[in-house]
């Protein structure tokens, strides 16, 4: 808000009650520019309520890269594409995931509105996020609930409709459809239920279905004619149903046949929506189903996969074992591909040896992905029919909705099946995204999932390890080791990208111990070569952190090496100590009885309690590199200070991460900071090269930290 000292008395109050308003708000208000070709948002003005909502200070949100690095990487993708799209719209909203500062990912609803006019190409936009986590698992556990009910219906053999309070039909499963003799839902829905009761008992019929609309269970059989006019006698079961202020709308009826009669054409009234080989939806369900998850996905914000399925070479199986053979291979595959997925989703046999599936409620390209993998390699494990052993396999073309909401449900059919023949094409017995950018992303994540399984056999990876000096002395008094991936095909692979996906498939434990190992023998190498003792700090991931064998990992790593404990340093984020605080702290105790130190990496960008934060055995609490770099500016000055003072009071040692300039240095030492690491001093290095540094180099990393050539 502006300065109120510098304004007249009633705009001052005006400004005021708006900021007090601002305050009351669930949602956050900001201004700011898109840029078309970075995907961008650069927030210029925030609203106050920014640090109250989602713990961050408004000046932060400022800095240009602050809304992308918060958002989650699953949903980067979906909403840069969804705000591309502002040229073209003055309007858009989108759903995703940010990461708030003290609870972690939450889902916010993004409303964005374009403004004229664009500034050197970028979009001027007004627009506010609202929190929207509670009503998103709300929506989710009812879209859950809804499906499974709506399969139970679909599947039963009874049929069921629901009739508004003016009597007209809304809903209707397949068995409802075959008492009416009616192929298509859409012939019916709309209708008045009296257009099919046999005029000899509407007068009767027209008081029960007052009783029912009043809140009475009715039972009543009566005479229907269906749509050819055909005349059948029907047993019905009438309940009210309630809306969400317990008013009745509408009214659920179970309905069968009094004669339960299996002539043809009843049954052939319900199988026209199911496959009579395999009992799966038929491709009319299908679609019928695609329509209503698209609908759903509309709603929520959320992904659905479309995918068309086809067997490889089952046309062999046919011809060489017959029919009868053929026919239990696709049921089996039929179950398999089920089996694969959740009840939520959707199977359905278009007919011969093709499939589709519908997935819904996603949140990323990835789930797709992981379903179409996991479908391949199900079906392609061994089938054995009449002593004959089988070794079937799919192709799968996959297509997203909304990604591109132009596309209706017969057009996403068609793209998957144009991916499926594209998977073929490449190979067979693999799937493939309609979308060339999804299939690069999918692409390049499997290619690193496959790499980093032959990393370690590869003896890929190698530590680098940044010194760490002592402020007051200038000695090395530490090292961080920091993993690099230099994979023979492409070269060196960031860790913010490789590491991601170690987590996911839990190759990270694995790597994880690889570190740990090799960190150790470093030490032990050192040593015998004559330096005197360095304390080595090794990351720890969430996902190791959480495994009940981080303990023995550890002590085997110290045991094999003969590295003394109290020269290993375990660095584990803010975030992460602070989940299930209690076994954290059970955790970090045993670590201390075993001599290692524990350090706490990035603080100050997580949330801590204070409370808990006395309790956590502790020894150290590094000053997150945001920070140091804002020093010069009067807010990034208070947090540096506050954090050392913390440090101070709680008697742990603080050091201060990427540190590049002697202005930062300066400020640090004048403040009681302990301890720095940054490329002032040195950057990141192979173990030999730490150890020519140490060796040759060591008086003049001290007199860089205590001589600064200004």
């Not at 329509?291 to 060489?320: G, H, P, W, Y």
């Not at 997150?624 to 440090?647: E, N």
């Not at 400020?667 to 490329?679: D, S, W």
């Amino acid at each position: 808000m502006p300065d109120s000292s510098q304004m007249p008395d009633t705009v001052a109050a005006d400004f005021s009650q708006l900021d007090t308003l601002l305050q009351a708000s669930p949602a956050v208000l900001y201004s700011g520019s898109h840029d078309p070709r970075s995907r961008a948002l650069c927030v210029d003005w925030v609203s106050t309520n920014l640090w109250a909502l989602m713990g961050f200070r408004p000046e932060e949100a400022c800095d240009p890269a602050w809304w992308t690095e918060h958002i989650h990487p699953d949903d980067l993708e979906r909403v840069q594409v969804s705000f591309a799209r502002l040229g073209k719209r003055r309007e858009i909203y989108t759903e995703y995931r940010f990461r708030f500062r003290n609870t972690g990912y939450r889902w916010i609803r993004d409303h964005r509105r374009l403004c004229d006019p664009q500034v050197d190409g970028d979009c001027q936009v007004k627009g506010a996020w609202l929190d929207v986590t509670e009503r998103r698992e709300i929506q989710t556990r009812l879209h859950e609930r809804e499906q499974l009910l709506r399969r139970l219906v679909e599947t039963d053999m009874e049929g069921v409709l629901v009739v508004d309070a003016e009597g007209r039909i809304i809903e209707i499963n397949p068995a409802g459809l075959g008492l009416l003799s009616c192929r298509d839902a859409n012939e019916v829905i709309g209708n008045s239920l009296m257009h099919y009761v046999a005029p000899h008992h509407q007068k009767r019929f027209v008081l029960l279905a007052r009783r029912a609309i009043s809140g009475e269970p009715v039972n009543y059989e009566f005479d229907i004619r269906d749509t050819r006019g055909e005349r059948l006698r029907v047993e019905t079961r009438c309940s009210p149903l309630f809306d969400a202020h317990g008013q009745i709308r509408s009214v659920l009826i179970v309905a069968r046949d009094s004669n339960r009669r299996s002539d043809a054409a009843y049954q052939a009234q319900y199988l026209a929506h199911y496959d009579m080989l395999t009992g799966l939806p038929n491709r009319a369900l299908f679609r019928d189903r695609l329509l209503q998850s698209m609908a759903q996905a509309r709603r929520s914000e959320t992904l659905i996969a479309v995918m068309f399925l086809d067997m490889d070479n089952f046309k062999d199986v046919n011809d060489t074992l017959g029919h009868a053979v053929g026919d239990r291979l696709l049921k089996e595959v039929s179950a398999r591909i089920v089996a694969c997925t959740r009840e939520t989703d959707t199977v359905a046999r278009f007919g011969g040896d093709e499939f589709g599936v519908i997935q819904t409620s996603m949140h990323s390209v990835e789930d797709a992905a992981e379903l179409a993998e996991r479908i391949v390699d199900t079906v392609s494990q061994p089938i054995i029919i009449d002593n004959h052993e089988i070794h079937s396999a799919i192709s799968i073309g996959l297509t997203l909705y909304p990604f591109d909401d132009h596309h209706n449900a017969d057009e996403l059919l068609k793209n998957a099946d144009l991916a499926m023949y594209k998977a073929k094409r490449e190979g067979r017995n693999r799937f493939q995204f309609y979308v060339a950018e999804l299939n690069r992303i999918v692409q390049r994540r499997a290619t690193i999932e496959r790499d980093l399984r032959l990393a370690l056999q590869r003896n890929e990876f190698t530590l680098h390890f940044q010194p760490q000096l002592s402020i007051d002395s200038g000695q090395v008094i530490g090292v961080e080791a920091l993993l690099r991936w230099n994979q023979r095909e492409r070269g060196a692979i960031s860790p913010a990208e490789f590491i991601p996906v170690a987590e996911s498939t839990g190759l990270i434990m694995e790597i994880g111990q690889w570190v740990l190992f090799e960190a150790c023998r470093q030490v032990t190498e050192w040593q015998a070569a004559g330096l005197p003792p360095v304390r080595v700090a090794v990351n720890i991931s969430p996902v190791q952190f959480r495994h009940r064998h981080l303990l023995d990992s550890i002590m085997h790593a110290l045991h094999s090496s003969g590295v003394d404990p109290q020269l290993l340093e375990i660095e584990l984020t803010e975030s992460l100590i602070m989940r299930d605080a209690d076994t954290t702290i059970s955790t970090l105790r045993r670590l201390r009885e075993l001599g290692v130190e524990v350090s706490v990496d990035d603080f100050g960008t997580g949330y801590s309690s204070l409370s808990y934060l006395t309790r956590f055995p502790i020894n150290k609490i590094k000053l997150d590199q945001s920070f140091v770099r804002d020093i010069h500016k009067p807010d990034g000055a208070a947090i540096a200070r506050t954090v050392i003072t913390l440090g101070q009071t709680l008697d742990m040692r603080v050091m201060a991460e990427g540190v590049e300039t002697y202005e930062q240095l300066a400020f640090l030492r004048e403040h009681g900071c302990h301890e720095a690491q940054g490329f002032l001093f040195s950057r990141p290095m192979p173990g030999g090269a730490i150890q020519r540094l140490l060796t040759d180099s060591r008086e003049d990393l001290r007199l860089r930290m205590l001589e600064p050539a200004f």
